[in-house]
DNA sequence: AACTTGCGCAACTCAAAAGTTGCATATATA
DNA sequence: TATATATGCAACTTTTGAGTTGCGCAAGTT
């Protein structure tokens, strides 16, 4: 099945996994390290990664150190921006309410 | 169950709900007519987005318009936030491996 | 060549979540 | 007051997804 980005990053497991690669690539059994769970249940995040391109395989010998892909991240930029306007609204809003009170209390 | 607004954004339709209130607040009857489901299963999401607070509510006789709270919104951004330099890192990176190539090619 | 290690894939279990039907409650209207 | 409408809650079914165990394969090591 091919997954998105939105379900990818709704489980904690896979933010994390996604918060250690950003620093630096790491290797599915150094990732299983980090978390208290079977290799295979990491292998199973990262391949749902994988597979909507969060992140990025690179082999090495028998290694293979996955890479994030902050380029596909952004995707979540572009859909938060229908909504940045709205929030920019409403802080406006809130500012010019917070200015009326204030003027009206100083009379 | 408390909800996590991740968890919340990752169904598809509650992503459509979102985008229709953006723009302006709707009852739980209007969403449905949007969607091919029940009432029903648009208020199990409505519940859903009410938990974690990523939509506000509004009394007006016995129907109940809800609102969408681009405040709670902004936790992604601030959750993105970690990774946005990361991007910018990169696009740099690639930006300059461009100009190597470039200077390479001309000389 | 035999052994070890790192990894992916498949089958299975179990829990959670999506969607349905049915019902109770509150507000409006005749 | 009787009836229609808008909504939420509960019980149930079906689907999805997280995690485990077991296996096979490829790349190093002895």
Redesign the interface.
């Known amino acids: 099945m091919k997954q998105d980005i ?2 990818a ?2 489980d ?1 497991t896979r ?1 994390a996994i ?2 250690l690669i ?1 620093i630096r690539a790491l290797t599915p059994n150094a990732m299983a390290e980090k978390f208290d769970m079977t290799r295979q249940a990491v292998s199973k995040h990262i391949k749902v990664l994988h597979e909507c391109e969060l992140i990025k395989p690179q082999q090495s010998g028998r290694e293979i150190y996955y890479h ?1 892909n ?2 596909k ?2 995707e ?2 572009h ?2 921006a ?3 306007q ?2 920019e ?3 406006n809003q809130l500012e010019q309410l917070l200015t009326t009170i204030k003027t009206q209390t100083t009379k």
């Open positions: 939105f379900q990053i709704s904690p933010r996604l918060t950003a994030f902050a380029k991240m952004q979540f930029d859909w938060l229908q909504f940045r709205n929030w609204t409403q802080f």
